[in-house]
Structure formats: C-alpha cells, structure tokens
C-alpha cells in the first residue's frame, strides 16, 4: 500500500503551493490533498486542546497545593518553628560543648604550667615580704583570671606581680597537693594511685626533681607507664586547684 507523506504535504502547504501544485507532486487527486491537509489541521487542533487540558489539570494542582487552609498554614508555621528551635537548640548545645572543652583544656593546661613553676614561684613567695592583712584576693580569684590569658609568660608574670599573688598560689598548690595524697592513701586503689602521687611529686614538687626516666626506673615501670600516670595525676590535680566543675576525672 502507497505511504502518504503527510508532513511532506504540510511543510509545501506552508510554503504557499496550491492544492493542485501539491496534488501534482506528490500524484495525487487535488480532493484527496484537501482531505488530508484537512484531517492534519484537525488533529493538530485536538492535540492543542489535549495540552491545554494537560496544563490546565497541572495548574489545578498546583493550586491545590499553595490554597491551603488557615488549619494547615498554622501547622506548617509550628512544625518550622519547632524545626528551627531545635535547631538552634543544637547549635547552643554544640557550642556549650565547646566552650567547656575549651575551659577543660586551658585548665589543664594552666595546672601543668603551675607546677613546671611551682619552685620558682616558691622561691618568689619566699624572698619576698608582705604581710597577711595585704592579700585582696582568693586563690579562685587568681586562677580564674589566668582563663583569660593564653600566653604562658603573662600568666606567670601576672602572679609574680605581687608577693601576696605568689603565697597564695603557693598554698593553694601545695594544700591541694595535700589533699590529693589524702585521696591516695584512702583510695580502693592505693596501691596504683599511691605510685600516681609519687610520680608527680617526684616530677614536679620534689626538692629534687627527676625525670620521666629516672621515675621510670625508680618505679620500675615503662615510661609510657609513668606518662599515664602523669596523666591522670595531673587532671585530678586540676579537679582540685580549679575545683571540679564537671572535669571528668578518672
């Protein structure tokens, strides 16, 4: 059966042939070019109606969806405002984290820096002349005021800037370093936490101070031993000159 080139038809209607030039070409009847030219106007009519009824149904839609009622606007208001809340509750949380991780570790930080200079500023305190009724501030005062500064120099310094600054500190270190063998000696552990105290003793509050292979080999332990220890001496040291505020000690 003989195809019929509709589109060629089509495309040389448009170009302004006339039925009988078309019927020619394409050896056809002038009736049977119309019919066709016809039917294809037709259909093409009927496919614009069909997207336009297609668009129609998609706008539809889509106004059903931004139409909604006061009910469900609120609904959605509540539900992003407890989004957002939580969200920001997160976002607190987080920096809450931090912040305490970051006073966790200055204090840390500020104990080791005390006891490296506990002997000099022993020696300070006591080469120097003041009298009791001269101390303004508390030992928490002091500490609290080293949170502040990150250079270890203007730390140190700051507390030598008076005599009174240094007995204080002093006393304070040495009471909590009391209070520490206390805890050791009464400890479930005594034995472990005992050695604990002694290896900081001996590396920092000793009149002589050893090293972390001399205490290694005083201890007969490993030196990754006696740096543990160190460790955990040193943040419960911390809990007790800074006072606890949620350091978590061991």
Not at 7 to 20: D, P
Not at 27 to 43: A, C, N, Q, R, Y
Not at 49 to 75: A, G, M
Not at 166 to 183: C, N, R
Request: aromatic share 6%; net charge neutral; proline share 1%.
């Amino acid at each position: 059966m003989y195809k019929v080139d509709v589109k060629k038809i089509m495309a040389l209607k448009k170009a302004g042939w006339e039925t009988e030039e078309i019927a020619s070409e394409m050896h056809m009847e002038p009736d049977t070019v119309d019919k066709l030219i016809s039917g294809s106007i037709e259909m093409k009519k009927e496919n614009k109606k069909l997207e336009q009824k297609q668009e129609n149904k998609t706008e539809e839609k889509r106004i059903s969806i931004i139409s909604l009622t006061p009910e469900q606007l609120k609904e959605i208001y509540e539900e992003a405002a407890a989004i957002g809340a939580k969200e920001a509750l997160n976002i607190f949380e987080k920096e809450r984290k931090k912040e305490y991780n970051n006073r966790k570790n200055r204090r840390l930080r500020n104990t080791k820096l005390l006891l490296k200079n506990y002997h000099m500023l022993k020696e300070h305190a006591e080469n120097s002349v003041f009298g009791r009724t001269q101390m303004e501030e508390s030992a928490l005062d002091i500490l609290e005021s080293m949170m502040s500064i990150y250079d270890n120099e203007v730390i140190i310094e700051s507390i030598k800037r008076s005599a009174t600054r240094t007995a204080v500190i002093v006393s304070h270190i040495e009471t909590m370093f009391g209070l520490y063998a206390t805890y050791c000696d009464n400890s479930q552990t005594r034995e472990i936490d005992m050695r604990r105290y002694e290896v900081i003793w001996d590396m920092y509050m000793a009149e002589n101070i050893l090293s972390v292979k001399e205490i290694a080999e005083k201890q007969h332990m490993s030196k990754d031993t006696i740096y543990m220890d160190l460790k955990v001496a040193i943040e419960r040291l911390t809990a007790l000159i800074f006072g606890v505020d949620g350091l978590k000690v061991r």
